[in-house]
């Protein structure tokens, strides 16, 4: 084999792997950010949408993940027993306008 041919089997080689590593960061990329909504945009309990705030949580360093997204504070206000001290941090506006409730009415449907 000359050097020429060598060459371009060797580019050739090396744009497939990076072809084939884009799309596979693409897919992560896009799966992350599918979370189940019902028709009026609330977030759905679904063991996918968990997933997708466990992962984030643990991309912030932090349990409650972003305080500032409104589906994560849906997620938030599913399960108030275990995110009880993050609703707490929510701002009492952003946590109305994502769930409609207050946060006194999220936490006393769980520990009334």
């Known amino acids: 084999m000359q050097a020429n ?5 060797g580019l050739i080689f090396f744009g497939i792997i990076l072809s084939g590593m884009a799309l596979m960061n693409l897919n ?13 945009g609330v977030v759905l309990k679904t063991e996918e949408n ?9 991309e912030l360093d932090s349990k ?3 305080l500032e ?11 108030p027993g275990m995110y009880m001290e993050c609703l707490e941090q929510v701002d009492s506006e952003k946590l109305m306008e994502a769930t409609g ?12």
């Open 64 to 66: 409650c993940g972003d």
């Open 50 to 58: 968990q997933k997708i705030f466990e992962e984030q949580a643990i």
């Open 69 to 79: 997204d409104k589906e994560n504070i849906q997620h938030l206000s599913h399960h």
């Open 5 to 9: 041919e060598l060459a371009m089997y």
């Open 28 to 40: 992560q990329v896009q799966h992350k950010t599918v979370i189940s909504t019902d028709e009026k």
């Open 101 to 112: 409730k207050t946060l006194e009415e999220i936490l006393g449907q769980n520990f009334n």
